[in-house]
């Protein structure tokens, strides 16, 4: 287990639209930032960078406060609950999640933001780029806000991942006395993803960061679709 850890933001990138390189957006930022990428780095950016560079955007009535809710729909599979203007619904991803995942915070008005439609993939671009240029083995997790049953308050989390073990299966292994652990699995991607947006924060334009010094055997490959999302057989809510 690591002992140390450091978490650190990459400035510099500045506003992405549809189309961007942003695979290239971040190494430029790297190299012109004053922290280097290492061997183990986790690499995390957030959805809404990814979405917008995908063009995952899509045009609304700013004047209409209900104007993406068609949207929710078209992006859910299943609703779950309605509660007032809250929509808890299952995208195709597999995310159970509000409002389908879309946003509308830091897009400009008349425009809404969706969920990518293959986070891992995204990672998986991103993460390419980044071993190419610096040639060295990092890992990237596509981060999101959500909210979680029965706690308030949000946390940021991963939707997508490469490079990186989203889960790391501790059954079988000991506790600290000895005991033999049963049903423990530590949803690590997700602990990386909340790690990072502490120095992102949600309004300071700042999509990237990275943090260093995870075990190294969190690294291998996985995918946060295929790995991290419980499936409804094993789900007791669904």
Do not use: Y
């Not at 299952?90 to 990518?116: K, M, Q, R, Y």
């Not at 990237?140 to 940021?156: A, L």
């Not at 190294?216 to 996985?222: A, Q, V």
């Amino acid at each position: 287990m690591a002992q140390r850890l450091e978490v650190f933001a990459v400035e510099g990138i500045g506003e992405v639209r549809p189309g961007d390189d942003l695979a290239g957006l971040i190494v430029a930022a790297v190299d012109a930032g004053e922290h280097d990428l290492a061997d183990g780095d986790v690499v995390v950016v957030t959805q809404k960078v990814v979405s917008k560079a995908e063009n995952r955007l899509v045009a609304i009535d700013p004047d209409d406060p209900h104007a993406h809710r068609p949207l929710v729909l078209e992006e859910s599979v299943r609703v779950l609950r309605r509660r007032g203007d809250l929509v808890i619904s299952e995208t195709a991803h597999g995310f159970i999640c509000a409002n389908a995942g879309i946003d509308l915070s830091n897009v400009e008005a008349g425009w809404a933001a969706l969920l990518p439609e293959d986070p891992d993939r995204s990672a998986r671009r991103i993460r390419d780029a980044l071993v190419h240029r610096f040639g060295i083995g990092v890992a990237v997790i596509v981060s999101d806000t959500f909210g979680r049953p029965w706690r308030r308050g949000v946390t940021d989390v991963a939707i997508g991942s490469a490079g990186l073990r989203p889960v790391v299966d501790l059954r079988g292994t000991t506790d600290a006395l000895g005991r033999e652990l049963m049903v423990t699995e530590v949803a690590v991607a997700d602990e990386i993803a909340a790690a990072a947006e502490l120095v992102m924060g949600k309004a300071d334009g700042i999509p990237v960061a990275v943090v260093r010094g995870i075990p190294l055997d969190w690294l291998g490959e996985g995918s946060v679709v295929g790995d991290l999302v419980r499936p409804p057989q094993d789900d007791l809510f669904r």
